[in-house]
């Protein structure tokens, strides 16, 4: 007897989702929610990895051509080849801005570095003042 | 600030039996705790953070002595500013609470109430036992639960209003959520008023996300209440629900509860779109498979029939209680593979069919990267390799549960191109042990002939042959063995063999061996090599994990391999192995292992420790282990304000850190 609750309940829960079968092959898809916005990481690691992706990545014209397939090899390097020729000033524009990105971004890189540095020392004086501050306001009121 | 119970006891010497319960969270644990060990008449609560007045004890003893039929008597609780927090509670015909001040009207002085907030009340003992512990379901609002049974065990209620208690930190009863009392309203309908379920849905004030995120909670409330009389009441929710257009919230509902009250186990179903292809990442999805098929109802959906006791014979693995379905793809038909990339905005998704069926399970794992598939079962599991494509139309990575990567190189490629946070690393199961033998002066690589050459079979010979050339008589009986899978017409593995044949006899290339073969080449080989992403740019050419390496490792080869991509992880430089940058680093770390006899057995010895990480115990404790926490958390149909509704989990891949 005890067994028969447990039974028509999932006797219930089978029936109602039977009769859901048919709404459910029916009902649209919820659309796909947004992507959320990319975490961003600061740190100079991060960018360094970053810059190095970029170095790797900018001269878009010195990709190998050379194919390894068995027949359609010779021609298919031949083809890359020509193509390579017919776009070579298109490409070369790309390379030379590409280039041009990597210079600035690692100009900026640097003058980053160099101003995160300056806030460094700068907070450790700030720090030593106020510590030093705090030790002779006990005088000064005294005094 | 002194404790209320150090300031009560000299007020009311002899009266108190104070008890400090240091390490109780909640009402419930602390009733639950000091019960057993009271024989007073009446047990006072007190709330963390509230300090009643000196006569509030004694008025309420003095309340609770004067009527027999009270069970419990409560104090108004004021905030710092003043102002009323908590009081007396009134059952409203909406099944909404409302204070008695709210509720408004009634003669002042002691009055009769449906609940007492657990911030500064006293009971009588005998009350507090016959009613029973409070519901930890009702998660912030058990007084409301527990008021509702004194009175249906004939016990009443008392509010003294000329009484109180003060919040002296800011952690007084200042009123929960509105959502909370929502939920708590719904579980309160389905306990004790269950004819009325529905009506409270239809009024209720939560959000569908809310509402559909506690909804298996109050149906399971309400079926283990009262299973024979609730069916009515669950049909009647539903239809509900239903007409509202909710029908897929309202099956992700039901099947939870399935598995909640346990009619049956979890499903999972596993798609891949490339399962009828033998491949590393389809081993390590039917290796996941093998080992949940006996705690969930596993099966796997693909586009063309494959015959499972076929794969696992591939792959050497029992799946015979795993299932398979087929899913038609008319949209790739007469293409001999699936390129989502072919898949643009301006088209209609055709993996919508996988979503949908995706629905019939309770997980879904979507297992090799297919990245336009939209998950709409309750979990889901996106394992990645590697990020191959950039996140354009249809994307939908980011709309599962879980993301797991199977390697580190792989997460930090899935936060760079996809900016999504993979849950946890779970790394491939190598189990390729073969017997120990005789270590002979071979240098081993093992990887595919990739007809594009990314495995960079040529350089190695190229290496190799310098070697020779630098140092004739260190590696003069060395030989380098390059063992691999081919495509048929294979123009590389031609160069290859050319190019082998050129340095004489000591360069021997083995296609497609037998995995006997292979097993005895990592047996007799003292050295391995694997320069994958040497000279690269692009970081889906440099290998994202290295299971090759593992295998060498497994068998007491020293590695020698590229600096980069998952072999970092492998391998620990100058301990378990050498990691060069360049083929002239190559042949210093190898002749350094060439010249040292001692240094290339002690690299051996400390790759075969190490390899015992990447071994098929840790991956299935792993993978197991992410698959019950899913589980658990699925199947709990306890109280709501578990983090229901947008449930994402993040799996703690502590066991890896230490590298």
């Known amino acids: 007897m005890d067994a028969e609750p447990v039974t028509a309940e999932e006797a219930l829960l089978d029936r109602i989702r039977e009769r859901l079968r048919s709404p459910l092959a029916e009902a649209p898809i919820t659309p796909i929610p947004p992507r959320p916005d990319p975490p961003l990481d600061g740190s100079p690691e991060a960018l360094d990895a970053e810059l190095a992706v970029m170095a790797a990545a900018a001269d878009v014209a010195g990709v190998p051509l050379r194919s390894y397939r068995k027949v359609l090899g010779r021609p298919l390097t031949f083809a890359r080849k020509l193509v390579q020729k017919l776009v070579r000033g298109t490409v070369e524009q790309q390379v030379s801005y590409n280039a041009a990105n990597h210079r600035l971004v690692r100009a900026l890189r640097r003058e980053l570095q160099v101003v995160r540095d300056a806030q460094d020392v700068l907070r450790r004086r700030c720090d030593a003042l106020e510590a030093e501050l705090e030790r002779v306001r006990p005088k000064a009121g005294a005094g | 600030m002194s404790s209320p119970v150090r300031r009560l006891v000299p007020i009311h010497p002899g009266e108190i039996d104070a008890g400090r319960l240091s390490t109780i969270d909640t009402t419930l644990d602390a009733l639950s705790s000091a019960l057993p060990r009271v024989h007073a008449d009446y ?141 708590n309203r719904l579980l309160f309908a389905a306990k004790h008023f269950p004819r009325r379920l529905a009506d409270a849905i239809r009024t209720s004030r939560l959000s569908p996300p809310e509402l559909f995120g506690c909804l298996a909670s109050v149906l399971a409330k309400l079926l283990r209440g009262a299973p024979r009389s609730a069916g009515p009441v669950v049909e009647e929710v539903c239809e509900l629900l239903a007409g509202k257009g909710q029908v897929r919230a309202l099956d992700e509902v039901l099947k939870r509860l399935q598995v909640g009250l346990g009619h049956r186990r979890p499903s999972i179903g596993i798609y891949d779109h490339a399962l009828h292809v033998v491949g590393g990442g389809q081993k390590y999805m039917a290796m996941i498979a093998a080992v949940l098929q006996d705690d969930f109802e596993v099966t796997f959906l693909a586009h063309e029939p494959v015959d499972l006791s076929q794969l696992g014979a591939w792959y050497g693995l029992d799946l015979s209680r795993c299932r398979f379905r087929l899913i038609p793809m008319p949209f790739y038909r007469g293409r001999s593979w699936i390129d989502s990339a072919l898949v643009t905005s301006d088209v209609e998704n055709p993996f919508d069919a996988v979503a949908r069926a995706s629905a019939d399970y309770d997980v879904f794992v979507n297992a090799n990267m297919l990245e336009k598939v939209r998950p709409l079962a309750p979990l889901s599991v996106f394992f990645c390799h590697f990020p191959d494509v950039l996140p354009r139309a249809y994307f939908a990575a980011h709309a599962y549960t879980v993301l797991v990567a199977s390697s580190e190189y792989g997460r930090n490629w899935v936060r760079r191109r996809w900016g999504l946070e993979p849950s946890m690393v779970l790394y491939p199961a190598i189990d390729v042990r073969g017997p120990q033998l005789p270590k002979e002066r071979i240098i081993l690589s093992v990887a595919r002939f990739e007809p594009g050459g990314s495995k960079k079979q040529l350089e190695m010979i190229d290496a190799f042959t310098a070697l020779r050339a630098h140092a004739p008589d260190r590696f003069g009986t060395w030989r380098l063995v390059l063992v691999g899978g081919s495509l048929p017409d294979n123009g590389y593995l031609d160069g290859v063999r050319r190019a082998a044949s050129r340095g004489s006899d000591s360069i021997e290339v083995r296609a497609n061996v037998s995995f006997d073969e292979l097993r005895d080449w990592y047996g007799r080989s003292a050295i391995f090599w694997h320069a994958c992403g040497i000279g690269e740019r692009d970081p889906q050419l440099i290998e994202h994990f290295g299971m090759t390496t593992v295998e060498a490792m497994q068998n007491g080869c020293a590695p020698v391999v590229f600096d980069g991509g998952g072999q970092r992880e492998i391998v620990e430089h100058g301990t378990s192995g050498f990691r060069f940058g360049s083929l002239e680093e190559l042949c210093a770390w190898t002749m350094r292992l060439v010249e040292d006899d001692a240094l290339r057995g002690r690299v051996q010895a400390a790759a075969r420790t190490r390899s015992a990480r990447f071994g098929r115990a840790a991956f299935e404790t792993r993978a197991r282990s992410l698959f019950q926490l899913l589980r658990r958390e699925y199947s709990t149909l306890g109280a709501p304000d578990r983090g229901e509704g947008g449930r994402r989990f993040r799996v703690d891949s502590q066991p890896h850190r230490d590298r």
């Not at chain 2, 008695?100 to 009207?105: C, P, R, S």
């Not at chain 2, 009863?173 to 909370?180: F, I, K, Q, R, T």
């Open chain 2, 43 to 183: 047990v006072a609560v007190l709330e963390r953070g509230v300090l009643p007045d000196p006569r509030w004890l004694s008025q309420l003893v003095a309340v609770l002595a004067a009527d027999r039929e009270l069970g419990g008597a409560g104090a108004t609780l004021v905030g710092r500013d003043g102002r009323i927090l908590a009081s007396g509670l009134v059952l409203s015909p909406d099944l909404r609470w409302r204070s008695v001040q709210d509720a408004g009207g009634g003669p002042p002085g002691v009055r009769e109430v449906d609940a007492l907030p657990f911030s500064a009340a006293l009971f009588r003992r005998r009350c507090l036992q016959e009613v029973g512990e409070l519901d930890p379901d009702f998660a912030g609002g058990e007084e409301l639960d527990f008021g509702q049974r004194c009175r249906a065990a004939g016990w009443k209620l008392a509010y003294v209003p000329d009484t109180a208690a003060r919040a002296t930190a800011g952690d007084g009863d200042a009123g929960p959520v509105e959502a909370s009392h929502e939920r």
